[in-house]
Every structure is written in C-alpha cells, then in structure tokens.
C-alpha cells in the first residue's frame, strides 16, 4: 500500500536538496539558485539562497507570458454585500501593479513593511500582491482583531504605510474600521507615515489629509511598475500567530522557498492542476488565506475564489454549496468548525440538494482537529474523499495530509494522515527519548525544515531559537502532542502551550489572563478553553477577585467580557467570565489550569498529588455548573 507515496516520500527526506532543487525548477526565477541549502549555522537555514526570483511575478506574470493572461484569476463573491466579479490574470496584473506603482509614490521602498488590515475583498489581494511586487515586506492583520493587538503588530513590524478599508462587514453588523485603526495609530508607538483606506460603496468615512488618503486618490497619480528582483533569502511578509505568552510573534516567510514549496503542494497534496478552480474558505488574516486563498493557487495558475461571508447565515447553509455550484470548484478548503456549523443549521443537507456539484472532488479541512463524525456527515453528504490535514501558521503548508496528488491513501477518522514529505515528524517523550509507534509524547519535525517554513522570526533569532529549536536539539518542535501509529499516521492531540483553537482561530489564553488582570478588581485568574460542540474549543476565564471589592459579580464579569472584546477583539469569543473564590493551584503556586479543564469538560481525571488544597475543586466545579458550564450530576 502506498508504494509511489512512500519512495517519494523518502526520496525527499534521504535527499532533500535533490528533492526540492527539483521542485525549484517549476518556478520562475531571474537567476536559478545554484546553493540548494545552507546547513552552516543551525537552526537557522537557508534554502535557494543565491536564486533571484519575485513572489508577485510568479504569481502573475509568469502566467501572462505564457499566453494565459485572459484566464479567470480570482472570483469575489459577496453574499453579505451582492457584489461579485471576477479579474483575469492581466486584469488583476494590472491593478496590482498600478497599486505597487501607488506605494512607491509614498516612499515604499524594498524591505519596508506595510499592514493590511482588510476585509475580504479583491483590494486586500491587490495589496498583498502589490507588496510583493516592490519587494515591501506585507503584514495582514485579521479584522476581527481589536486595536490593541492592530497597535501591537504597527510597533514590532515598525510598518510604513497602513492599507485598510473604511468597513468591514459581518452578519448584522458593520465593522467601523476607521476607529478601530485610529485608536491603534494613537496605541502605537511606532508611528506610520501614511494610512491608505479603501471606501467601500455606502460606507464612505472622512479622511485627513495629507495622512490619510483613499485608495482611488493615491492610484490617480500613480503609473503601474514591474516587479523587482528579490533575493530568495529576504522576506515576503510577516504574520502575527498568538505565542506561548500574550505577546504575538512575527512569523516571517522568505520569498524562494515559499514559491516552490507551495507551488509543489497543488498538485502534489491537492491534485489541483493549472486552471482548475480553487476555493480555499478561510480569511486573509490567517496562515490558510495567505497560502491558499492568494498565494498557492496564484502560483499554480489555478482561479481562486475569494468569499466574504459566512458558511450560515449569508444567507443560509447553503451558501457553500452555491459557491462551487456557481463556480464549478473542484476542491475546497476550510476548517471544520464550518461544517460543523452547516451540519448544525441543516443535518439532512436539504440545501445541498438544491445545488449541482458534479464537478466537485475533494474537501480538505485543517486548523482544528476534524472530529471522526464530522468527517462522516460531509463525506455522506458530498460522497467526495474528505480530508483531514494537519498545518501551523509556523509552516504556511501542510505537516502532514494525504497527499492525494501522488497517491490517495486510506482514511483513518482522527487521524490527519501521513507526514507530508519534506516533513520528517516524530514523537519525543517526556525523557527525550523517541516514543515507539502508539506512545504519546510531543511531536516534533527533524531539521532542517522543508522550504515555505519559517526561517526566524521578525528580529526574534534568539525566541525563534529559544521558543522552537532548543527543547530536543535538533528538531522543530511544534507544541502539539500526539502519536504516531504503526502505519505511520500521525494523531494530533492536543497542544502543550496556553495556545486554544476557537472556531479554527488561533488564540492565546495567556493574552486574555493578561487582559484580565488588568481589571482593577481582579485578583489573579485563569483562562481555559472547554470544549465546544461548534467552535471546537471556547475560551472561559476564572477570576479571583481582590478583598474588599464591593462591585456585584455580575457587573465585574460583563466587564471583563468587554475588555477583552475591546483589547483583543470579537474574534476572541469570550463571553463567559466567572467569579470564584479562589483557583486552585500546586504547593509551588502553579495554577493547575489542566484539572480544571477536564473537570469542565467532564472528563476524568486525576487529583494531582501537588494540589494545595483539593476542596477548592468543589467550589469550582459547584461554579461551572451554576453557569450551566458542567451539568449537575
Ligand atoms: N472582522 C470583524 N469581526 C469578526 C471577523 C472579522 N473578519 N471575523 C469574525 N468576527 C467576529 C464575529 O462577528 C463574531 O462577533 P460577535 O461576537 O459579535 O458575534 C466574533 O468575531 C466571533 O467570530 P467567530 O468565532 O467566527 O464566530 P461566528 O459565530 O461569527 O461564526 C463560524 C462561526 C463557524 C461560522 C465561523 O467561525 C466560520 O466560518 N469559521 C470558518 C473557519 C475559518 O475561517 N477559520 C480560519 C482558519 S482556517
Ligand atoms: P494555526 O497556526 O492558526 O494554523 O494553528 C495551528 C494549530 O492548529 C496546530 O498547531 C494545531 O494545534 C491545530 N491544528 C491545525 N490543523 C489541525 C488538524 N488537522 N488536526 C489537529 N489540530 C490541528
């Protein structure tokens, strides 16, 4: 069984320069790299590290030379606004680089760093490409982020220029994006030369000039330019993912290995060829919109489907269903909280059969663990393979999936497959002994890293290598815990950081303690993520409250909901803050934030032999089910 998978597979891990020297060759470049890999100074590597290449001719011009420029290359459709309309490849060339033509008039040179704070609309690809183009490094930053965190990113990325929108919109409600980005202009430190905002048709907000300017005005003057040779070394952009504490980190990409590592995912983890279409139904803000709604399809010469709104309720669950029916995509990709939001809204997919998709072949889900019932209701549903695989924001492609380009492998339910190749995972116990097929332990990838990963980040060396390379010499590790079985399939439990998953949304509980505790009433607190039947995981928090406050619980918990609304953002999901009266903790003052994550989730688990005092998890447990968390027994 899967013969052709694995001798390619192990072509790439014997012979990895081989392998992905290989793989360059599909790509544009200026100047073909003739230094496959530096392993000179690990664990910092560099791949392709005298090739000239541009990530915005690749995904553009190389297409327009070879005669396919009048070829569809992204669809927007709108359900939340009505719009729709699709670019050709020349079409969306030339917006692009009359925008890039734009940034240079406002002094953006090579290497200076520009965030995008956009809604999904065609704008927010034309920047990101645009960026590209000129060799400026992009920084998106999702829009449900509050300001704070859009501060945060301008004082790290130390960002030139702002590009965003004056609205976003999400059902029921309008995004007002301008407050949001003043109130984070006035946060930062760093302060930004120029704000570029986008006005969307019956949202128009006032700008001030000569700071603020709209997006037609700066394209008045601005002539369209070529892209700009690029080392592959230097960076294409950054992207801010929730760390071990609150404070983000700058995960950055350079510009060679990305091209050719998701270039070669397409086909190879996709089957998708040139021309086919491709939805990837995800958000720009995050890892999967960067790589598989902009770039990879782009790069393959694939029409990529760009979808501003919801998988329920614009208007109905069967908006999907519409989308490749309209579109006639072959494969889609999104993550299972969505399809776990449709199955809620219509289980017997009554919709679904409103709709034709005969031309669709494969759905692939990632983000968050696929539960084996989810997996089963689509699978019944759309009787296509559906795929589970399993990717980090640190990656930009999949660790491990079934790469059904090569060779279509069985599906095991809970299990995101095999490593992809490029990918040498493993499993190290707690004695930093490697674990036997079965055993349990952190799962780790050997070094050097595939290209497309990460190779540091944003003036981070030391955390990167701190943070990621120093706990088992030698590996990645990825801070995911799981196994591998005797087939090789990998089985992603759970994470070993603070880190939660809500909803495919990546998020720190650390950085909500963090805004907890700057309440005045708040003492210490914890914040867990339970398990949700649609979101995967929820965030609640635990607050101990100072003596002698004096303000009613009710009021203090509303609160705290809104601070973390307002320093985090909506996307947080945090709705449930409750008072107790104390937390219970180790002798050594450890809160044993994992006890009482099993307890909410009805688990069972262990007293642990450490615990201060055990009856603190009866006041707890009486807590969480007065908030109708856990149920009475
Ligand atoms: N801008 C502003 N606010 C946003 C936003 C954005 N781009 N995206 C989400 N939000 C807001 C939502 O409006 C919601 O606000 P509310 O508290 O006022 O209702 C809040 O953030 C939480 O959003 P979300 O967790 O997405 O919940 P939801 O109830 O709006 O939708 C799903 C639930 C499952 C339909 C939705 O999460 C979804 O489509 N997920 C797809 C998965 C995905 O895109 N994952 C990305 C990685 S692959
Ligand atoms: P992000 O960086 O936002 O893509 O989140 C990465 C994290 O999401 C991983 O480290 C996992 O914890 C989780 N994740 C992503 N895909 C999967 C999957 N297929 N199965 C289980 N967990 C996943």
């Known amino acids: 069984m899967s013969e052709k998978f694995s001798k390619i597979y192990d072509h790439s891990i014997k012979n990895p320069e081989n392998f992905w020297q290989e793989a360059s060759n599909d790509i544009f470049w200026f100047k073909k790299p003739t230094k496959i890999l530096n392993k000179s100074n690990p664990p910092f590597y560099k791949w392709f590290e005298d090739g000239i290449t541009n990530t915005c001719y690749n995904a553009l011009d190389f297409h327009i030379d070879q005669g396919k420029g009048k070829r569809t290359a992204l669809i927007y459709d709108s359900p939340i606004t009505g719009s729709k309309y699709k670019l050709t490849y020349e079409e969306l060339r030339s917006k692009v680089s009359k925008f890039a033509g734009a940034l240079k008039n406002q002094g953006v040179n090579k290497g200076d760093r520009i965030i995008i704070y956009m809604p999904m609309i065609p704008e927010a690809v034309i920047a990101m490409l645009a960026c590209a183009r000129i060799g400026a490094i992009h920084s998106v930053v999702f829009g449900g982020f509050a300001s704070n965190e859009l501060a945060s990113r301008i004082d790290d990325s130390k960002a030139k220029v702002l590009v965003t929108a004056s609205c976003g919109f999400e059902p029921g409600r309008t995004v007002e994006y301008k407050p949001l980005v003043d ?28 700071k603020e300017i709209s997006w037609d005005e700066v394209l008045l003057k601005a002539k369209e330019v070529d892209c700009v040779e690029m080392n592959s070394n230097e960076f294409a952009y950054i992207l801010y993912t929730s760390g071990t504490t609150g404070t983000p980190k700058g995960i950055v990409r350079d510009i060679g290995g990305h091209i050719v590592a998701l270039k070669w995912t397409m086909k190879n983890i996709y089957n998708i060829d040139e021309g086919d279409i491709w939805w990837s139904a995800s958000d720009i803000g995050w890892i999967v919109g960067h790589s598989y709604i902009v770039y990879a399809p782009l790069f393959k010469g694939c029409t990529t489907v760009l979808f ?17 029916s309209d579109y006639k995509v072959k494969s889609l990709f999104t993550a299972p909280t969505a399809f776990r939001a449709i199955k809620k809204e219509d289980p017997k997919g009554e919709f679904f059969s409103k709709y034709d998709l005969s031309k669709f072949e494969s759905l692939f889900l990632a983000g968050e663990r696929a539960d ?10 759309l009787k296509v393979p559906v795929i589970d695989h399993w990717w ?17 492998m069985e599906t095991k339910y809970g299990s995101a497959c095999k490593a992809v190749p490029g990918y040498d995972v493993k499993v190290i116990k707690q004695d930093h002994s490697l674990a036997k097929p079965n055993e349990m332990g952190d799962i780790v990838v050997k070094l050097p890293l595939p290209p497309g990963t990460f190779p540091t980040l944003w003036n981070a060396d030391k955390r990167y290598k701190d943070n990621y390379m120093s706990n088992y010499e030698g590996y990645y590790q990825t801070y995911d815990a799981g196994h591998i079985d005797e087939d090789g399939y990998i089985w992603i439990m759970s994470r070993t950081d603070d880190i939660i998953n809500v909803a495919g949304h990546r998020l720190s509980t650390g950085a909500i303690e963090e805004v907890l505790s700057e309440h005045q009433s708040v003492a210490e607190c914890a914040v867990l993520g339970i398990a949700d039947k649609l979101k995967g995981q929820l965030p609640i928090g635990l607050i101990v409250l100072k003596a002698g406050v004096d303000k009613d619980n009710a009021t203090i918990s509303k609160e705290c909901i809104q601070m973390v609304r307002d320093k985090i953002g909506p996307v947080a999901a945090f709705k449930v803050a409750i008072v107790i009266k104390r937390l219970p903790k180790t002798r050594s003052g ?23 005092d055990p009856l603190i998890l009866d006041e707890i447990k009486d807590d969480l089910i007065k908030n109708n968390i856990l149920k009475s027994a």
């Open 372 to 381: 084996p019932d989810t997996i089963k209701w689509a699978e019944n549903l």
């Open 308 to 324: 501003e709104g919801k998988p329920v309720g614009t208007p109905d669950a069967g908006a999907f269903w519409k989308i490749i």
């Open 183 to 210: 109130e984070a202009v006035k946060l930062a430190n760093h302060k930004i030369d120029k704000m570029i905002l986008f006005q969307r048709t019956a949202h128009e907000v006032k700008l001030n000039a000569p």
């Open 590 to 612: 450890k809160i044993l934030r994992g006890t009482i994550r099993k307890m909410a989730d009805n688990v069972d688990f262990k007293m642990p032999p450490t615990i201060d």
């Open 392 to 408: 980090q924001t640190e990656t930009s492609w999949a660790i491990s999936s079934n790469c059904t380009g090569i060779e279509m």
